[in-house]
């Protein structure tokens, strides 16, 4: 790991680290007892508590000072206020200005009118669909939503319904992904294309899986309710209204974005329609309005408590100081069962980089590798190898106090295994026998949700993308582009001929091999 010239923090956390290399985190507690609530903030309605985590009170002091030397604040100021924080597509980031009331203005116009008339219209629809008044073209009312988007545009929606399922009285909503066609073929299984809306999330309008599941669903549709079934069947959540119209869709079935939203920042915009169609929009608002708290908090809080930026602090610690490349994410919540993926796309999307604003190499590790699952059955999985492994892996546990089902016994049963696992991590464990020995001292952060509800949702989604954003600042990188995975498109547009048996020109040898294989095996040689 090199310094970054010119800075005087990081030498004094390089220094630092290394006096603290033999003191272990559970020590820490010995020494002071009370460190669990010196290093747990409240932050917009949920608490998060940073004491298993390998730090000490000057460790937070001398991370601020990075943030401060870093000009973390300045950026995050820059970020509200609509500069152009996306250098590399030459525009802001304005996913906070969708879920707040205040005048934000991007090349010399104020979008706040726009941002209204978008919420009203979500509202006017939300309720017609609700209500039964928005008639498919039978005249029937609409049953089922049948989401289509992929990565942002799939990800916030999908978690965000499977936290708050409890509250979803509204239509079904089912959701297809992926090219493969097993995923539109179960979506469809059942549904009836007379009682069906087809909601399209695509910022781009051109994204090879949703525009091929569209394609697939409007056919379906067409087959069992004639051409001009589109106008009440299908919507758009798109920043490309022209790319909706000429799929078919009429201007007033397209819910507009801005193209200052980035795509895994979406669920707070009109891609957040099936979410708003399923639990009401005064619950999907009351969403928006735990993540404009958490903006509130994120943008004033004195760095020293402000929880997004000690979030982003500690996960640089964590990677950069201590050599942590991996981050488990271990909601004890099945409804949180997506929050990995959702974090795998908001952080290893955002800030997998190499490179800094400027384009000169980052000459650091960057973002960790995410992964997770629900506990306790990530328990009986992976937890082993957090325990015994060979490569020390940071943790964020998440909780909720309130129980989620109907059983508060099984409820706290679940609680105390979230416990036992941050404290199993930190303290681990001698027995004399190596075989049983766990060598603890593994830091975890742990994040409480008073109740799994569209605020505390709201926060806790919030709480990441501002996460995401300091850390960004701290490397140096731009979170909000993503040119890494257009590689990979554009090869795929290469191959298909080949894999159709069309033709194979110009593909590489490996491909060409593969190729081959797949073809022999299809054919049963
Ligand atoms: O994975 C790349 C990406 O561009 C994401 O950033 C985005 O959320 C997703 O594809 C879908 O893009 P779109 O909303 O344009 O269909």
Redo the contacts with the bound molecule.
């Keep these: 790991m090199s310094v970054p010239a010119s800075s005087t923090a990081w030498p004094a956390l390089a220094a630092h680290r290394d006096q603290l290399a033999q003191t272990r985190i559970d020590s820490l507690f010995d020494a002071d007892p009370d460190r669990g609530a010196a290093l747990t903030h409240p932050f917009a309605g949920l608490v998060v508590d940073f004491s298993k985590q390998r730090v000490t009170a000057r460790t937070m002091a001398l991370l601020v000072a990075l943030a401060e030397e870093r000009g973390v604040m300045a950026a995050v100021e820059r970020l509200f206020a609509g500069a152009p924080v996306n250098p590399t597509e030459g525009r802001p980031a304005l996913h906070t200005a969708v879920r707040g009331d205040e005048h934000v203005w991007v090349d010399g116009v104020d979008i706040l009118p726009e941002v209204q008339r978008g919420r009203e219209r979500m509202r006017v629809f939300a309720s017609a669909v609700r209500e039964g008044r928005w008639k498919g073209a039978t005249g029937l009312p609409i049953r089922s939503v049948l989401a289509l ?7 916030g929606p999908r978690l965000v319904l499977q936290a708050l399922a409890g509250i979803a009285d509204g239509p079904e909503v089912r959701f297809a992904e992926n090219l493969d066609p097993v995923g539109l073929d179960t979506a469809l299984a059942g549904l009836d294309p007379a009682t069906t809306l087809v909601v399209i ?7 090879q ?2 525009m091929t599941n569209a394609a697939a669903a409007r056919r379906w549709l067409e087959a069992a309710l004639g051409e001009g079934a589109l106008a009440r069947h299908v919507v758009a959540a ?2 490309r209204t022209d790319e909706a119209m000429r799929f078919g869709l009429p201007e007033s079935n397209v819910f507009p974005f801005g193209e200052w939203i ?3 920042y ?1 669920l707070w915009s009109s ?1 957040g329609l099936p979410v708003a169609i399923a639990i009401g929009m005064p619950a999907f608002e009351h969403l928006l309005a735990g993540a404009h708290a958490a903006d509130l908090e994120f943008r004033s809080a004195p760095p020293e408590r402000n929880v997004p930026l000690l979030a982003a602090l500690v996960g640089l610690w964590n990677r950069n100081f201590l050599g942590m490349g991996v981050l488990a994410v271990l909601p004890y919540a099945d409804r949180l069962a997506s929050l990995p993926a959702y974090l795998q ?1 908001l952080e290893m ?1 955002s800030n997998g980089k190499s490179v800094r604003i400027d384009g000169t190499p980052v000459d650091m590790p960057t973002c960790p590798a995410i992964f997770g699952q629900p506990g306790t059955p990530g328990q009986h999985a992976f937890h082993q190898w957090l325990h015994q492994g060979t490569d020390p892996a940071a943790c964020d546990f998440i909780v909720v106090a309130t129980p989620m089902g109907t059983r508060r016994d099984a409820h706290e049963a679940l609680l105390a295994h979230a416990l036992a696992q941050s404290e199993a991590l930190m303290a681990g464990r001698r027995t004399g026998d190596a075989h049983r020995d766990c060598p603890g001292d593994r830091p975890s952060t742990t994040i409480v949700l008073p109740r799994l509800e569209p605020a505390s949702m709201g926060a806790l989604l919030a709480l990441y993308e501002h996460k995401t954003y300091a850390q960004a600042v701290l490397w140096g990188i731009n979170p909000f582009d ?1 040119f890494g ?1 257009e590689l990979g498109k554009s090869i795929a547009g290469r191959i298909l001929p080949a894999v159709r048996g069309q033709h194979d020109g110009g593909l590489h040898p490996a491909t060409r091999h593969l190729v081959n294989v797949l073809h022999k095996l299809s054919r049963g040689d």
């Design positions: 988007g992929i990565g942002g545009s799939s990800l999330a695509s910022k781009t309008f051109t994204t899986e949703t798109t920043a980035g795509g895994r979406s891609v796309q999307e993503q995975v």
